[in-house]
């Protein structure tokens, strides 16, 4: 008989694992102490954008695996396996908000009543784990066992990797709880999935170390760019020679706009604050997330060396989100690029296909215009600024939009056009790292 499953919280992670568990046969119940979103979820409302999700919620439904409820309690007590899925958003000092991990933990404690598997999928500091372990052994008497089993969901391709994970991390302090988790995904063994099983501070720290250095990465390729500009390099071969090296591998050598999203400022800004009280500057990650801060004015700058002055130049912007396949605006290089352009006293509009509510929501006074198509956004602009990698701005018809543009500049901080082509079409694009940019910036290699 399949266990039964709670899953305590209703946002990114919480849903996509809950329903993923019930597209594996699992009897899933997710709640949420917030009424509204379980109102909306049971009338077919996901409240985030998430390709392949939808249908499967839809699916399940139907098949009577998965339902919504705002009762947390009564609904753990129903449950076999306890998952722990709610926020842990920064505290002004940068450390970790706990509140919403201490309600679940207490609405454990108030309705336990047979052996349960708990597993923290939150990200939360190390000690967390073994100190809320110890708290519930010490207010009930019923058996229990208690895991750390972080998640490294990417949004826009979340329900990829919750069936096709690349490693599984679990900290455990039973061997019954390592048992009865690798029970639960037993699945994975299919797929040849790593499990790595360790302790509960090991669980802890590989994920705040894990965003932390995909930070550095970014950081890091987005410094070579810069460079790269200046040098008159070709950043293609860069990150092509780079990368080729096993030891530091392709991924995250595309040159962007800078991180963001609710995971690596949030982990990196935590794993500081943690490290100072230890003693132990983390001056790397610190010096990582000014340089990613840095790195949204030099677009800014770039943009305005292109048309020379920003005052009442039109700006229109592709992209919102802080990536594509999401409408997660949450510390996207969009709103400070943005900003930044309408003090320097540019206007501005915007398209992007789901970030828009959310931007405006955030930045209702901001003095943007939201059009309903890239069409709007090319009319009489004197620069196209993608910020965002959506194939839908690879796929534009830029020939029939260039009539519309009163300039004929694109800056493409994602890199995702072909220069040469749109060059063709009459088009002058500067990418990040490319020595296009030279041209306009007037720099020759070894000025």
Not at 60 to 69: A, H, T, V, Y
Not at 91 to 97: A, C, F, H, Y
Not at 142 to 170: C, H, K, M, T, Y
Not at 401 to 414: A, E
């Amino acid at each position: 008989m399949k266990k039964k499953i709670t899953v305590i919280g209703c946002g990114y992670v919480g849903l996509v694992t809950g329903i993923g568990l019930s597209e594996l046969g699992y009897e899933v119940i997710c709640t949420d102490k917030n009424p509204e979103k379980i109102k909306k979820l049971q009338a077919g409302m996901i409240p985030f954008f998430e390709p392949g999700l939808n249908q499967l919620r839809t699916r399940n439904i139907l098949e009577g695996r998965l339902s919504f409820s705002k009762d947390i309690k009564e609904s753990l007590k129903k449950a076999d396996i306890v998952i722990i899925a709610v926020g842990t958003p920064p505290l002004k000092t940068g450390e970790t908000d706990l509140s919403q991990i201490n309600s679940a933990v207490q609405s454990i404690i108030e309705s336990i009543s047979h052996y349960q598997l708990i597993i923290m999928k939150s990200t939360v500091p190390p000690g967390t784990n073994h100190m809320l372990s110890q708290f519930v052994k010490s207010q009930v008497n019923v058996d229990f066992d208690w895991i750390s089993n972080p998640e490294f969901l990417r949004e826009g391709r979340a329900v990829q990797d919750f069936f096709a994970p690349d490693r599984i991390v679990i900290g455990y302090e039973t061997e019954n709880g390592k048992s009865a988790i690798s029970n639960l995904y037993k699945t994975y063994n299919w797929l040849h999935t790593p499990f790595l099983y360790t302790d509960f501070v090991s669980a802890e720290v590989i994920k705040y170390a894990s965003n932390s250095f995909l930070g550095v990465k970014i950081s890091f390729i987005n410094q070579m760019a810069q460079l790269s500009e200046k040098l008159g390099s070709d950043m293609d071969m860069i990150k092509l020679g780079i990368g080729l090296d096993p030891r530091i591998s392709p991924h995250f050598l595309n040159p962007g706009p800078g991180f963001g999203g609710s995971c690596l400022p949030k982990d990196m800004n935590s794993l500081i604050a943690m490290s100072e009280k230890l003693g132990i500057p983390l001056t790397l990650i610190k010096e990582a997330q000014t340089s990613n801060e840095n790195h949204k004015m030099h677009i800014v700058d770039l943009v305005e060396n292109a048309v020379d002055d920003l005052e009442d130049k039109n700006i229109g912007v592709l992209g919102l989100t802080f990536k594509a396949n999401t409408d997660d605006i949450r510390e996207s290089p969009a709103i400070k690029i943005i900003q930044e352009l309408l003090f320097r006293q540019a206007n501005i509009k915007v398209y992007d296909p789901e970030g828009m509510s959310n931007f405006f929501l955030k930045h209702p006074r901001w003095n943007i215009s939201y059009c309903q198509n890239p069409q709007d956004v090319f009319t009489e602009t004197d620069l196209i600024l993608i910020l965002t990698e959506w194939d839908i701005f690879k796929e534009l018809d830029y020939i029939k939009l260039k009539p519309f543009m009163r300039g004929r500049l694109i800056v493409d901080t994602r890199n995702i056009l072909d220069k040469n082509l749109l060059s063709n079409w009459g088009y002058k694009v500067l990418s990040l790292g490319y020595s296009s940019t030279l041209e306009k910036v007037g720099l020759t290699q070894f000025e």
